[in-house]
């Protein structure tokens, strides 16, 4: 057999197991797996590198609509170029329709935006932000046929969130047509009563962000989108989680024989609330929502992991560029915190931060590692085993990792468009060197390749079924 690209002398590994193996690549797809596969156009030697299937980061925000005179500091081509960086292939983006746009034409716009600027896979989340009869009974449900099929609901942010009888009825449609519905679990009228306290107080400050959204707004929010979710009878996803109390309301559901799935994201095992503390306006660089807590719920996140309550560990990528009108400094550096652009950046660093803080440190294993970061959410999202794993016949989305490759994370070694990294100066070990997308290496050694804007949308199967 000649083969287009071989991949030679790394160590393989999947969720499953950890294997010394050659991998032989035809057309775009994993033809071979196994030693002295022969001859090939190209031959990669990766001696002292792992081999893992390219990353799925399945919370990601891009050119999304963030308000009046906001706007988000990437786009469709500097997100996924930053992401192939990071060591990521695909990348699933929340499509949000304008006030204009209704749900059809706002994907439309997303890929009009997306085609020809994508330098891996991208396949996109629905938000339901409206709940009237078009959109749940024509539009939702012809997207979800036509290979969307998972989407977002927010129990928070003025404009966007719905109330639990909005979510209830489009829960119902997910339930019809076997979608996934994601919601983000924060309680919008806690948030604005401690906010409106906040200010009168004349607290105002970015830590105040983190003050007027504690543990117990989420807790409540999580125990209740499940308990929506039970009353429709459907799964969910619960995004984002921050903390130990909402992780212990998502157990107590599983117990119950509820399906909840559940995400955490770098920023809540790493960061904590005293950032959005920082001296001037840096704490606005730390900014998101839920916000980073403290110690000891990193702890819980952690625990989270290492026993499998958390099947994904996903970015939440949703950058903005800290000294920009455009981005955290909407009204200049004294803002009151309700005006900072929520979201941080993160697309490039998910990889490097679980496995240095996570393998390195014997919290989790590799094969962890890789369903956390990639199998779990091809699973999930229905592209699996398209994507998620190296196995034949599954697309050759391969990334090259050097374990023992000593980083600083910085704002000059990232590729992100916005002006920052809320991990400056944090040192990681293991590092993705190589980003393979269908057979095709779009980042070389730390090069991006001429030519690389080989990315699709994929359409998707329905939750958990293979495509
Ligand atoms: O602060 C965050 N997380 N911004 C992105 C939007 C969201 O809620 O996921
Ligand atoms: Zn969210
Ligand atoms: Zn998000």
Same mark, same amino acid.
């Given at each position: 057999?000649?083969?287009?690209?071989?991949?030679?002398?790394?160590?393989?590994?999947?969720?499953?197991?950890?294997?010394?193996?050659?991998?032989?690549?035809?057309?775009?797809?994993?033809?071979?797996?196994?030693?002295?596969?022969?001859?090939?156009?190209? =031959?990669?030697?990766?001696?002292?590198?792992?081999?893992?299937?390219?990353?799925?980061?399945?919370?990601?925000?891009?050119?999304?609509?963030?308000? &009046?005179?906001?706007?988000?500091?990437?786009?469709?081509?500097?997100?996924?170029?930053?992401?192939?960086?990071?060591?990521?292939?695909?990348?699933? &983006?929340?499509?949000?329709?304008?006030?204009?746009?209704?749900?059809?034409?706002?994907?439309?716009?997303?890929?009009?935006?997306? =085609?020809?600027?994508?330098?891996?896979?991208? %396949?996109?989340?629905?938000?339901?932000?409206? =709940?009237?009869?078009?959109?749940?009974?024509?539009?939702?449900?012809?997207?979800?046929?036509?290979?969307?099929?998972?989407?977002?609901?927010?129990?928070?942010?003025?404009?966007?969130?719905?109330?639990?009888?909005?979510?209830?009825?489009?829960?119902?449609?997910?339930?019809?047509?076997?979608?996934?519905?994601?919601?983000?679990?924060?309680?919008?009228?806690?948030?604005?009563?401690?906010?409106?306290?906040?200010?009168?107080?004349?607290?105002?400050?970015?830590?105040?962000?983190?003050?007027?959204?504690?543990?117990?707004?989420?807790?409540?929010?999580?125990?209740?989108?499940?308990?929506?979710?039970?009353?429709?009878?459907?799964?969910?996803?619960?995004?984002?989680?921050?903390?130990?109390?909402?992780?212990?309301?998502?157990?107590?559901?599983?117990?119950?024989?509820?399906?909840?799935?559940?995400?955490?994201?770098?920023?809540?095992?790493?960061?904590?609330?005293?950032?959005?503390?920082?001296?001037?306006?840096?704490?606005?660089?730390?900014?998101?929502?839920?916000?980073?807590?403290?110690?000891?719920?990193?702890?819980?996140?952690?625990?989270?992991?290492?026993?499998?309550?958390?099947?994904?560990?996903?970015?939440?990528?949703?950058?903005?560029?800290?000294? %920009? &009108?455009?981005?955290?400094?909407?009204?200049?550096?004294?803002?009151?915190?309700?005006?900072?652009?929520?979201?941080?950046? @993160?697309?490039?660093?998910?990889?490097?931060?679980?496995?240095?803080?996570?393998?390195?440190?014997?919290?989790?294993?590799?094969?962890?590692?890789?369903?956390?970061?990639?199998?779990?959410?091809?699973?999930?999202? @229905?592209?699996? &085993?398209?994507?998620?794993?190296?196995?034949?016949?599954?697309?050759?989305?391969?990334?090259?990792?050097?374990?023992?490759?000593?980083?600083?994370?910085?704002?000059?070694?990232?590729?992100?468009?916005?002006?920052?990294?809320?991990?400056?100066?944090?040192?990681?070990?293991?590092?993705?060197?190589?980003?393979?997308?269908?057979?095709?290496?779009?980042?070389?050694?730390?090069?991006?390749?001429?030519? %690389?804007?080989?990315?699709?949308?994929?359409?998707?199967?329905?939750?958990?079924?293979?495509?």
């Amino acid at each position: 057999m000649k083969y287009d690209l071989i991949i030679k002398g790394a160590e393989v590994a999947t969720a499953a197991d950890v294997t010394r193996t050659d991998i032989g690549v035809i057309d775009g797809r994993i033809a071979t797996i196994g030693l002295d596969l022969g001859n090939a156009d190209q =031959t990669i030697v990766a001696t002292g590198l792992y081999a893992l299937p390219g990353g799925v980061d399945s919370h990601v925000h891009i050119s999304q609509p963030a308000g &009046p005179n906001v706007k988000m500091a990437d786009d469709f081509e500097s997100a996924t170029r930053s992401a192939a960086f990071g060591g990521n292939t695909t990348v699933l &983006p929340f499509c949000l329709p304008e006030d204009h746009q209704n749900l059809r034409e706002a994907v439309d716009a997303y890929h009009a935006k997306a =085609t020809g600027n994508c330098h891996i896979d991208v %396949s996109f989340h629905l938000i339901v932000n409206r =709940t009237d009869p078009q959109t749940l009974g024509q539009h939702l449900p012809a997207l979800l046929e036509a290979g969307h099929t998972s989407f977002k609901v927010f129990m928070t942010y003025p404009g966007m969130r719905l109330t639990d009888r909005e979510i209830l009825d489009v829960m119902a449609v997910a339930k019809k047509h076997g979608a996934m519905v994601m919601v983000h679990a924060e309680n919008e009228d806690a948030i604005e009563f401690l906010r409106e306290g906040a200010e009168l107080d004349g607290k105002t400050g970015p830590y105040y962000h983190a003050a007027t959204r504690p543990v117990p707004v989420e807790r409540e929010a999580t125990h209740r989108a499940i308990s929506l979710a039970e009353i429709a009878g459907v799964p969910l996803t619960i995004v984002h989680v921050s903390n130990g109390e909402a992780l212990d309301e998502i157990r107590r559901a599983r117990v119950r024989g509820s399906r909840v799935h559940a995400e955490t994201c770098p920023q809540y095992l790493t960061l904590t609330a005293d950032d959005l503390d920082r001296s001037g306006f840096e704490g606005a660089k730390y900014v998101c929502s839920p916000p980073p807590r403290d110690e000891e719920n990193q702890v819980a996140c952690w625990k989270g992991l290492e026993q499998g309550d958390f099947e994904l560990y996903s970015s939440d990528h949703c950058p903005f560029i800290f000294a %920009s &009108p455009e981005g955290k400094q909407t009204d200049g550096a004294e803002q009151c915190f309700r005006h900072i652009p929520n979201g941080i950046p @993160g697309v490039e660093t998910r990889l490097p931060l679980l496995f240095s803080e996570g393998v390195n440190k014997g919290r989790i294993d590799l094969r962890r590692f890789v369903a956390l970061t990639s199998t779990n959410h091809a699973k999930l999202y @229905g592209l699996y &085993p398209k994507k998620g794993t190296i196995a034949i016949g599954s697309d050759a989305d391969i990334v090259l990792w050097d374990p023992k490759l000593n980083k600083t994370i910085s704002q000059d070694i990232l590729h992100h468009g916005s002006d920052y990294t809320p991990w400056e100066g944090f040192n990681v070990t293991g590092w993705p060197v190589t980003t393979i997308l269908r057979g095709k290496v779009v980042v070389d050694n730390g090069i991006l390749q001429d030519d %690389s804007r080989h990315g699709v949308h994929l359409n998707r199967n329905l939750p958990g079924k293979p495509v």
